[in-house]
């Protein structure tokens, strides 16, 4: 149990969404009921699945009188959180996905940073671990994840400022508000009026990147985002039939995403986003250093070869307009370390292309900085390429 008297008696409402999760459901349920913070409500959201989900879920809200089960018709992703925060008339609440598993404080933890800071939103780290149904959860391993939470990008916890406000906002925050934080929904605690406040929804009409939508505008709306720095959450990776797999079908939802997400930041009225009056002229140059850095990892990790041929010609070709890469200098998207290496890499990878004609000019005038691209290095600095793939480094930050 919390350990502030303010939190003693606070509600908080889970959301957790669930399709096709027999073989995980059970676990990430039983962590909840694990919580030593106890008052919480959690709405399952079990949307069309066609194994036991619905059963497991039916099973937790007969014996446990916290959880209730709701089913809907395989709505999709985003409709089933919509779904869920229709339900919610907790203080805070929580958007969790049915496959991860949440460490016993977790609850305590978000709601004494919430109430202490009067934050409206509060973001914790967390490790993962690849879906194996059949090691039991001390036969894992649990990798940390760094760039889920970059801490170069947030102000020094150990500050005069950070002690007196331990709380940023996109107006104050030293790094780039894009960067710290991930475009994901289940790490965050919400403080409820203010998502009320602003409306936020899940777009429905998207196959993927709601979720980054979603969190981008709550963390640019926000005026105190508190940070919890410890791993809270084992998240589950590698499992067939996750959201994620449907980039495959739609692999150019994420430029709409984009889209979408630039026109929030240039239409922001006067008075939103911690009272700045020019939301875009300050955020413009982090946003699009996120969204390039966003795209190139969205082509690298394509499945399909012929597809991700296609946005490889596409970047070439000066498609993703929005990027505005020919109309600033190569040093202005060098926010993350590693870009300019990605970007020639994947030009250069394409016999079919000439790498030197594309939006950013010549690949040997590029600011490569410590991370040159293959085609690039010297004998040294392949060396030094071929060192970071064998530790396969999640993060250059």
Same mark, same amino acid.
């Given at each position: ?16 969404? +669930?399709?096709? %999760?027999?073989?995980?459901?059970? !676990? ?14 959690? /709405?399952? @959201?079990?949307? =069309? ?8 879920? #039916?099973? &937790? ?13 395989? @709505? ?7 779904? =869920? ?6 203080? /805070? &609440? %929580? ?20 109430? *202490? ?10 490790? #993962? ?18 760039? *889920? ?45 203010? @998502? ?12 993927? *990147? !709601?979720? %980054? ?8 709306? +926000? ?32 430029? !709409?995403?984009?889209?979408? %997400? ?12 911690? =009272? ?32 991700? +041929? ?50 950013? =000019? ?18 040294? !600095? ?16």
């Amino acid at each position: 149990m919390s350990k502030n008297n303010n939190t003693q008696n606070v509600t908080v409402d889970l959301v957790i969404t +669930a399709h096709d %999760m027999q073989d995980c459901l059970d !676990e990430c349920l039983a962590s909840l009921t694990n919580q030593t913070y106890g008052h919480f409500r959690g /709405y399952i @959201i079990e949307d =069309g699945s066609l194994d036991d989900t619905a059963a497991i879920a #039916q099973r &937790f809200a007969q014996t446990d009188e916290r959880f209730s089960l709701f089913q809907t018709p395989g @709505i999709g992703a985003a409709a089933a959180r919509n779904f =869920g925060m229709d339900k919610v008339d907790a203080p /805070y &609440f %929580m958007l969790l996905d049915g496959d991860d598993i949440f460490h016993p404080t977790m609850l305590e933890q978000l709601v004494d940073a919430a109430v *202490s800071t009067e934050a409206d939103l509060v973001v914790c780290d967390m490790v #993962q671990f690849v879906h194996d149904p059949t090691r039991a959860h001390e036969q894992r391993t649990y990798v940390a994840a760094p760039w *889920s939470l970059k801490k170069s990008q947030l102000p020094d916890p150990s500050s005069a400022d950070w002690k007196v406000h331990p709380w940023v906002n996109w107006h104050t925050i030293p790094g780039n508000l894009f960067a710290a934080f991930m475009g994901w929904p289940w790490d965050k605690l919400y403080r409820s009026a203010f @998502i009320r406040k602003h409306d936020l929804r899940f777009p429905e009409d998207l196959s993927n *990147s !709601e979720d %980054m939508l979603f969190t981008y505008e709550a963390l640019v709306l +926000a005026d105190r985002i508190a940070v919890v720095d410890d791993a809270l959450i084992d998240h589950r990776i590698e499992r067939t039939g996750s959201v994620s797999s449907s980039r495959a079908r739609e692999p150019l939802a994420f430029y !709409e995403g984009l889209k979408r %997400m630039r026109d929030f930041l240039q239409t922001l009225p006067s008075g939103e986003g911690n =009272g700045a009056q020019n939301a875009w002229g300050a955020l413009r140059q982090p946003f699009l250093n996120w969204a390039f850095d966003w795209t190139l990892w969205n082509i690298e990790t394509l499945a399909d070869p012929a597809v991700q +041929a296609q946005l490889i010609k596409m970047l070439h070709d000066d498609q993703f307009a929005l990027l505005e890469l020919r109309a600033h200098n190569p040093a202005y998207f060098t926010g993350y370390p590693r870009t300019m290496a990605r970007y020639a890499s994947l030009l250069d990878d394409q016999p079919d292309l000439d790498a030197n004609t594309g939006p950013l =000019g010549a690949l040997d005038q590029l600011p490569y900085g410590s991370f040159k691209p293959w085609c690039q290095a010297n004998i040294v !600095e392949k060396l030094a390429i071929k060192r970071r793939m064998r530790k396969n480094k999640p993060s250059e930050w």
